[in-house]
């Protein structure tokens, strides 16, 4: 027996599974293509409350714990993140990597570490950057980093990673737990009018999550009331065993986002790395760190989504006020658009089909091992 059996899987991309023709064996697992269909996305990962069964064995990296009553701010979920991963770093005596786009959820961290860091421990710090980034914030690059911080290109980052002790941080996640959907924000999106007939999902926010507004909003090919009803359980039945009630359409894209799609996002930059890398480097994944999973950061998020009862007028505003407070800049409050910055180092996920929990990757002849037929589509 291979000695992937005994393990689990972290991370796994099901745009390749979807494509694996040549694997029919597994494809043909009960529950199997029900489960890579079910939400119609490529960034699908476990339930992170524990309780829906996959057909894939999951480890779960960071569980939801239950909606607790007090309410933690996004400012101090900031702070104290930085503050503890520059703590484990001094532990450690070991570099903090940074990558900077310039967009909101990186240039957020790297407003958590000047705010919570002396002089001194900011010399472990070396920023990955590129022109792009100065690009999209040159006045933050000019006042904060230029002259003061080590910085680097970020071509070559992971052959860097792989020279030196250090810490990798990066911004993946913070989108999903705000429910990563922008348009939301957009009102030329939202106020479109109807047009041939169609269900348009962003005009029904605040209604409840059907089968029918579940089709709409994530277009499916087909209507499959069956799956779309399973869906639907899927995500109102996680939600409720940590206290919360999905009322309407907003809420249950938020939630699936914060507790489907985080662990993909979370993983994803080791899948960006090198084959080579990862076999040569121990513990990988307690070096490579996204910045926004935290206790703090769920239960923040949690929080803010039992509020929502329309679609939110400025994308990402908590991230904004926060980077506002430290830069002062009301022009990147009030005008910073949204821009994709990993696109580039997507094209390297094509040949990774899955993670296990020590980040080896798993080739397509071994995903077998990892089926589990007491699962929710089975």
């Avoid at 489960?35 to 569980?63: S, V, Y």
């Avoid at 489907?260 to 760190?289: G, W």
């Amino acid at each position: 027996m291979s000695i992937h059996a005994i393990k689990n899987i972290v991370w796994l991309n099901p745009f390749n599974l979807k494509c694996m023709e040549d694997q029919s064996d597994f494809r043909n697992l009960p529950g199997i293509m029900s489960f890579l269909t079910a939400f119609n996305k490529h960034d699908i990962g476990p339930d992170r409350t524990n309780t829906i069964k996959f057909p894939l064995n999951f480890q779960i990296m960071d569980e939801i714990l239950p909606l607790g009553q007090q309410k933690v701010s996004y400012a101090d979920a900031c702070d104290a993140r930085a503050i503890e991963i520059m703590k484990k770093a001094e532990s450690n005596d070991c570099r903090i990597f940074i990558m900077w786009s310039g967009g909101i959820d990186s240039t957020t961290i790297m407003s958590a570490f000047l705010r919570n860091t002396t002089s001194e421990q900011q010399r472990r710090i070396t920023v990955f950057m590129s022109q792009n980034t100065i690009k999209e914030n040159p006045r933050f690059f000019k006042r904060f980093v230029l002259g003061k911080l080590t910085y680097e290109s970020s071509i070559n980052f992971a052959n860097k990673f792989a020279e030196e002790n250090a810490i990798f941080v990066h911004g993946e996640c913070n989108g999903q737990l705000y429910g990563d959907m922008d348009e939301f924000s957009n009102a030329h999106f939202m106020n479109m009018p109807k047009s041939n007939n169609k269900l348009l999902w962003q005009h029904h926010l605040s209604k409840a999550p059907t089968p029918e507004l579940i089709h709409a909003m994530w277009k499916y090919e087909k209507f499959n009331p069956e799956l779309l009803d399973v869906v639907q359980h899927i995500v109102t039945a996680s939600a409720k065993t940590v206290g919360i009630e999905l009322e309407n359409l907003h809420q249950f894209a938020t939630w699936y986002k914060m507790c489907f799609v985080v662990q993909y996002c979370q993983a994803r930059p080791i899948a960006f790395m090198s084959k080579n890398l990862l076999d040569n480097t121990a513990n990988i994944n307690e070096h490579v760190i996204a910045f926004f999973v935290s206790k703090d950061f769920d239960q923040w998020a949690m929080h803010r989504l039992i509020t929502l009862r329309e679609h939110c007028k400025i994308q990402r505003l908590e991230s904004r006020e926060y980077i506002k407070s430290f830069d002062g800049d009301l022009d990147y409050f009030e005008n910073k658009q949204k821009v994709n910055s990993g696109g580039t180092l997507a094209n390297q996920l094509k040949l990774v089909y899955a993670l296990d929990s020590e980040m080896n990757f798993v080739p397509k002849d071994q995903l077998l091992t990892y089926y589990s037929a007491d699962n929710i589509f089975n």
